[in-house]
């Protein structure tokens, strides 16, 4: 399995950025797919996830209300619509796979390279 992720850059802060990863390869027959993101110094920490239906996802306290993460329609591919970005959203992010909704959210099987947001106040 294969997670290009894409959409990173530098914006100011109040701005928006949409980050986008695709799987590819030998994905099972539904999975999760989520976000999480590292910055300087600190732990990786679980940003959002969302089901294979979609249906259902879940968010970090610090990005409720301000990030979104949704599916296309093709299944594959995972976004995650940051809105009112804070300096402190600054961060390697990275996408992750996982069949299970569960396990995506604290320690998926799979993992894309990051993509750096930052964030300027």
């Known amino acids: 399995v294969q997670l290009q992720a894409s959409g990173g850059g530098l914006v100011q802060a109040g701005e928006s950025l949409r980050l986008s990863c695709a799987a590819s390869?030998?994905?099972?027959?539904?999975?999760?797919m989520g976000w999480f993101r590292q910055a300087p110094g600190k732990e990786r920490e679980f940003v959002a996830a969302?089901?294979?239906?979609?249906?259902?996802?879940y968010y970090a306290d610090s990005v409720k209300g301000r990030f979104t993460i949704s599916r296309g329609n093709a299944k594959n591919v995972v976004y995650l619509q940051m809105n009112s970005l804070k300096p402190e959203d600054t961060a390697v992010y990275y996408c992750?796979?996982?069949?299970?909704?569960?396990?995506?959210?604290?320690?998926?099987?799979?993992w894309g390279q990051g993509t750096q947001v930052t964030v300027s106040s």
């Open positions: 992750a796979l996982d069949p299970a909704i569960t396990d995506v959210r604290s320690h998926p099987d799979y």
């Open positions: 390869g030998r994905t099972f027959g539904s999975y999760a």
């Open positions: 969302i089901s294979w239906s979609g249906l259902s996802t």
